[in-house]
């Protein structure tokens, strides 16, 4: 492996945050690291929704292009965007320790989810968040907000929204916490898989690359989203079903909470479980996710699916 690295990047204000702090840890071992920006499918399509134009996957095709051709050797994501399945070739070789993975309210006008008035409008384009808000408070209105973070903000501060819900991760990473009036304990409003973790994807032939890449890796965090994300990928998760799916420790045990609700009748109940098992290897913590999505199946999920 050459010591100079490529990593290839979105554009937006917090994508770019994530590429500099890998940059950062990189350079710390020695290795020259630069910066490829580029614009992403998912950043140009900002009038529908992720669900109505070919999911998550369109904040990724152009980086991994890029991958493909050696004009990066990597590219850093948030993991949540990340597809359950990688095309031939790639791989997540790193996931780093885990942000805060809470969703939070933002409004300039009201402190909580509770304080708004009876069909206020709050935005977000997250069918796995308007389930959940619909399961909280059936009356408020929800309405699409597509666009970087930045944008999202600029909307509901022209008065488009009385709130959005947005990551605790990306306004944290972004200097911009006192934006939040409250966040949702995970309870309340499960993540969904991979929230406030980064992933690094490369060519799965870069062994060399894998090799410099596997001392960013953070265990506890690697395991918990390997069985989030198999909730997903044993359920067909995409972008257009409201599945939420987060695990945490307690001591040695990986406890998992999962939720999914209907992806066009969002006021349909909202299907829950929460089990745990002591993980210890990718695989016992892949079968604890697999585990968590037949408890959904069981409490009818296929007609969800369907």
Not at 16 to 40: D, F, P
Not at 187 to 215: F, K
Not at 278 to 306: K, N, P
């Amino acid at each position: 492996m050459t010591k100079k690295i490529t990593i290839a990047t979105r554009e937006s204000r917090l994508a770019l945050w994530q590429a500099e702090h890998v940059r950062t840890l990189l350079q710390e071992r020695g290795l020259t690291v630069e910066l490829l920006g580029m614009t992403t499918r998912g950043d140009q399509i900002l009038d529908r929704t992720l669900s109505k134009v070919g999911g998550k996957g369109l904040f990724v095709k152009e980086l991994e292009t890029a991958l493909e051709e050696g004009r990066a050797q990597l590219a850093v994501h948030s993991l949540k965007d990340v597809p359950m399945e990688l095309p031939e070739g790639f791989e997540l070789a790193a996931i780093l320790e885990r942000e805060d993975p809470r969703d939070a309210f933002v409004s300039p006008r009201f402190a909580s989810l509770a304080e708004l008035p009876q069909g206020a409008v709050v935005g977000t384009s997250s069918l796995r968040r308007v389930v959940q808000l619909k399961a909280m408070r059936p009356d408020l209105r929800i309405e699409p907000v597509r666009g970087n973070l930045d944008t999202r903000l600029r909307k509901l501060d022209e008065g488009g929204y009385d709130a959005i819900v947005l990551a605790v991760a990306g306004l944290k990473r972004l200097g911009l916490a006192e934006r939040i009036r409250a966040c949702f304990t995970v309870e309340e409003m499960i993540p969904c898989a991979g929230q406030g973790a980064l992933g690094i994807e490369i060519r799965s032939d870069d062994a060399a690359l894998r090799e410099a890449l596997a001392p960013l890796i953070d265990r506890p965090t690697w395991l918990a989203t390997q069985a989030e994300r198999a909730v997903s990928r044993s359920l067909g998760g995409s972008c257009s079903m409201p599945l939420a799916a987060h695990a945490v420790w307690a001591g040695d045990e990986l406890r998992i909470d999962v939720a999914l609700g209907h992806p066009e009748e969002t006021g349909r109940t909202l299907l829950k479980a929460q089990l745990g098992a002591f993980v210890r290897s990718d695989a016992e913590a892949r079968e604890l996710g697999e585990r968590a999505a037949q408890a959904l199946r069981e409490q009818g999920a296929e007609a969800y699916l369907a």
